[in-house]
Nanobody, 119 residues
């Protein structure tokens, strides 16, 4: 099993940056990724990374602005978010599972961290 805990969310102005972290405990040999859910909308895929970190994939909406990475020695995954837009406002969730480009097979979820981007 794996337990996931996100941190790093907050309030930022449009054009600003935030870095989210996801600390994993327990078994860590999973593909991992980030999803987000805005008010009134369904949860959507943001980014995914392979077990070793050599391959990543991004949703079109964040490509070129967000960067996913992981440090397996620290059992931690990151999401660096630059050039933030108001439409990036959402609760961001960390997930772990069988790797695929959109991390369809997710087994574990974090509790979520709120990101709010003001215009």
């Amino acid at each position: 099993q794996a337990q996931l805990v996100e941190s790093g969310g907050g309030l930022v102005q449009a054009g600003g940056s935030l870095r989210l972290s996801c600390a994993a405990s327990g078994r860590s040999r999973y593909g991992m990724g980030w999803f987000r859910q805005a008010p009134g909308k369904e949860r959507e895929f943001v980014a995914a990374i392979t077990i070793g970190g050599s391959s990543t994939n991004y949703a079109d909406a964040v490509k070129g602005r967000f960067t996913i990475s992981r440090d397996n020695a620290k059992n931690t995954m990151y999401l660096q978010m630059n050039s933030l837009k108001p439409e990036d406002t959402a609760v961001y969730y960390c997930a772990a599972g069988v790797y695929s480009p959109s991390l369809r097979q997710t087994h574990y979820w974090g509790q979520g961290t709120q990101v709010t981007v003001s215009s």
